[in-house]
T-cell receptor, first 115, second 112 residues
């Protein structure tokens, strides 16, 4: 069990650029979640996948955001035309949902800074 | 919509003290509650998960309790150490969903 892995750890970019983050969940975990966390706050839910299907998206996920999980393994989160307000820590979590009630395990996150 | 509140927002104690962190939630129809630890600039480490049918869970010096009817959970840390300094977050699945709703956390500083 190597844990949830996220890359890159840090991303600095200019406003208006596109960025893409990657998350590798714990192997065999069928659920994958994306959250966003700003300074001094708890994480806020963005979206989640069960295998390759995206089952839910938060209203926080504007049309500039898109997430994929091809083949039900790793996932990518892309932000197009970045804005200052997108600066945050983006966290990925995974869980093994068989009968529910399983803990979510988090990666170390990708910190995005928009100049 | 589920809302989670954590009190206090920050806490500073001398090493060796026992302490209690509080978490309250508005919708008691939860099926579990999870406590996490977050070090500065890092992700979240899962500490304890309490199922809705349980009253408490223990791991080492940590004990978490759950009172669903009153919408409250506490995290008890025994014999605190400087290495316990971190932000502690509680989270519950949002009503009818799998996504977690988090509190804003309690920032703990244990003084040596």
């Amino acid at each position: 069990d190597t844990g949830v892995s996220q890359n890159p750890r840090h991303k600095i970019t200019k406003r208006g650029q596109n960025v893409t983050f990657r998350c590798d969940p714990i192997s065999e975990h069928n659920r994958l979640y994306w959250y966003r966390q700003t300074l001094g706050q708890g994480p806020e839910f963005l979206t989640y996948f069960q295998n390759e299907a995206q089952l839910e998206k938060s209203r926080l996920l504007s049309d500039r955001f898109s997430a994929e999980r091809p083949k039900g393994s790793f996932s990518t989160l892309e932000i197009q035309r970045t804005e200052q307000g997108d600066s945050a820590m983006y966290l990925c979590a995974s869980s093994l949902e068989v009968e529910g009630n399983q803990p979510q395990h988090f990666g170390d996150g990708t910190r995005l800074s928009i100049l | 919509k589920q809302e989670v509140t954590q009190i206090p927002a920050a806490l500073s104690v001398p090493e060796g003290e026992n302490l209690v962190l509080n978490c309250s939630f508005t919708d008691s129809a939860i099926y579990n509650l999870q406590w996490f630890r977050q070090d500065p600039g890092k992700g979240l480490t899962s500490l304890l998960l309490i199922q809705s049918s349980q009253r408490e869970q223990t791991s080492g010096r940590l004990n978490a309790s759950l009172d669903k009817s009153s919408g409250r959970s506490t995290l008890y840390i025994a014999a605190s150490q400087p290495g316990d300094s971190a932000t502690y977050l509680c989270a519950v699945p949002d009503t009818g969903r799998r996504a977690l709703t988090f509190g804003s956390g309690t920032r703990l500083q244990v003084q040596p």
